[in-house]
C-alpha cells in the first residue's frame, strides 16, 4: 500500500469517527435542549444539504482548485459545524450553521471528501485491486464510526466524573469533535503531487462533461442511488437512535454500545463484499446483499423487546454495508480515469440531497403519523431500488468480469 493511500485512510478514519460520534449523540442532544422531531430533521437536512452543495462543488472544479487544497478547505469547513454545534442552541442559527459546516448526523462519512477519496484511491491502483482497496478504505472509515459511536458514551462518562451538566458534556464533545476533524488537514498537506489530476481543462463546463456512454450510465445509476438515499435518509443513525430511546427506553449509552457493534459489523462485511464480489460479481453482491437487509428493517417495529429489536437491527447492519465499496468500485470502473472524480462526485451528490429530503420528512412522520413510519417507508423504498437497479444493470459489466460475448455490450472503459 503506498504511503498516500496509507494518508487518506488516517485522515479517513479521524473524519469518520467524529460522524460517527455526531450519528449517535445528535438527535438525542437536540431532543433535551428543546428541539421538537421536526427541528431535528430540519437541522439533519440543513447539514446535508450543505454536504451536496459541497459535493456538487468538488465534481465540477475539486480537480481544477487542486485535491489536496480542496480536502484541506473541507475539513476546515466541517471543524466550524462542530463549533456552531458546541455554542448555539438556538434552533434558526443552527440550522443555518449545520448547512455551512456540513453537519452529518447520518453517522456514515459519504461526502463530498468521501468522493475525492474514492477517485485517489480508484486512480492509484489497477482494476484488478480496485474493489479490494475500497473495501479497506471502508473498513477503515467504518472502524472510524464504530469508534466514534462507542465515543458517543463520552457526555456520560464526563457528567459521572465532573461537574458539568448533560448539556455542557456534549457541547465539549462536539468542541473535540472540530478538534479531531482540523487533524485532518495534516495527512492531507502531506499526499504527494500524484493525488492530483495531469491535465484538467480550463474551462469549467469542459470540466464537467461526461462522455456520452459515461453519462448515460452515471445518469441511471445516480438516479437510482438517489432512491435509495431517500430510504436511508429515513433510517439515519440520530433518528434510529432516537427511536430505540422513545419506543424502549435505551439510554444514550446503551445506543453508543449498540451503534459501536453495528459499525464492526460494517467494517467486517466490506471485506466479505470484495471477496463474494470476486466470485459473483459486484452487481449481484450490490442487490443480493442489499435487498435482504431492507426486509429485516421492515421486521424491527414489530419486536416487542429492546433486545430482538436490536438483534434484528444488528443483522441488518451485517447486510447493509455490503453493497459500499462494490458500488463504489461500479461506478469507477464504468467510466473513464479522467471522469472518477466527476462521476464519484455525481453519484455522492444524489445519495446526499436524498439524504437531506429524508431526516425532514421522517422527522415529521414520526411527530405526526407514526413513530416506526420511517422504518417501514425507508425499507420499502431500498428493495424498488435493488429491484429497479438490478434490472436496469444486469447486462453492463466491469472491466475485470468481462468475456468476449458481453465485452461490446457495457459502457466500461480500460484502464
Known amino acids: 500500500m503506498t504511503r498516500d493511500l496509507l494518508l487518506i485512510l488516517a485522515a479517513g478514519f479521524l473524519r469518520s469517527a467524529t460522524v ?42 475539486g480537480d481544477a482548485w487542486g485535491r489536496k487544497r480542496v480536502l484541506v478547505a473541507l475539513a476546515v469547513l466541517s ?17 443555518v450553521m449545520a448547512f455551512m459546516g456540513m453537519l452529518n448526523g447520518m453517522g456514515r462519512d459519504r461526502g463530498a ?18 474493489t479490494w482497496s475500497l473495501a479497506w478504505y ?73 462522455d456520452p456512454r459515461s453519462r448515460r450510465a452515471i445518469t441511471r445509476i445516480a438516479l437510482l442511488f ?21 419506543r424502549f427506553g435505551t439510554t444514550e449509552a446503551q445506543a453508543a454500545v449498540l451503534f459501536f ?16 464480489a470476486r466470485r459473483i460479481g459486484l452487481l449481484n453482491t450490490m442487490v443480493w446483499t442489499h435487498l435482504p437487509s431492507s426486509v429485516l428493517l421492515i421486521a424491527a417495529p414489530a419486536s416487542p423487546t429492546a433486545s430482538i429489536a436490536a438483534a434484528i437491527f444488528l443483522a441488518r447492519e451485517a447486510l447493509v454495508e455490503m453493497d459500499v465499496p462494490t458500488r463504489q468500485s ?23 440531497v436524498g439524504w ?12 405526526h403519523v407514526a413513530f416506526a413510519g420511517p422504518l417501514l417507508i425507508g425499507g420499502f423504498l431500498k428493495i424498488a431500488y435493488d429491484v429497479m437497479l438490478y434490472r436496469a444493470f444486469r447486462h453492463v459489466h466491469p472491466p475485470e468480469e468481462e468475456s468476449p460475448a458481453n465485452e461490446n455490450a457495457a459502457p466500461t472503459s480500460r484502464g
Open 113 to 130: 471528501a468521501s468522493a475525492l477519496d474514492q477517485a485517489i484511491l480508484a486512480g492509484r491502483v489497477s482494476a484488478e485491486q480496485r
Open 226 to 246: 438517489g432512491l435509495d438515499s431517500i430510504g436511508t435518509g429515513f433510517l439515519n443513525s440520530s433518528l434510529i437512535a432516537y427511536w430505540f430511546f422513545e
Open 79 to 95: 471543524a466550524g459545524g462542530y463549533v456552531a454545534l458546541a455554542v448555539f442552541i438556538d434552533p434558526g442559527a443552527l440550522i
Open 330 to 352: 461500479y461506478v469507477m470502473a464504468i467510466v473513464k480515469p479522467a471522469e472518477r472524480t466527476r462521476a464519484s462526485s455525481i453519484t455522492n451528490v444524489t445519495r446526499n
Open 261 to 276: 457493534t453495528a459499525r464492526v459489523l460494517n467494517a467486517v462485511s466490506h471485506v466479505a463484499a470484495a471477496w463474494m
Open 138 to 210: 471502508n473498513l477503515v472509515l467504518d472502524a472510524g464510526h464504530a469508534l466514534g459511536a462507542l465515543a458517543g458514551t463520552i457526555p456520560t462518562i464526563v457528567t459521572a466524573f465532573t461537574s458539568q451538566t448533560i448539556h455542557e458534556a456534549h457541547r465539549t464533545t462536539y468542541a473535540f469533535c472540530a478538534g479531531a476533524v482540523l487533524l485532518t488537514v495534516v495527512p492531507y498537506l502531506a499526499l504527494s503531487r500524484n493525488v492530483e489530476v495531469a491535465s484538467v481543462p480550463a474551462d469549467p463546463s469542459q470540466a464537467a462533461r461526461l
Open 356 to 367: 437531506a429530503v429524508g431526516p425532514p420528512v421522517a422527522g415529521v412522520v414520526m411527530q
Open 20 to 61: 460517527g460520534l455526531v450519528g449517535v449523540t445528535l438527535a438525542i442532544y437536540l431532543a433535551t435542549v428543546g428541539f421538537s422531531t421536526t427541528q431535528i430533521g430540519l437541522l439533519i437536512g440543513g447539514g446535508l444539504a450543505g454536504t451536496s452543495l459541497a459535493t456538487v462543488a468538488v465534481g465540477v472544479r
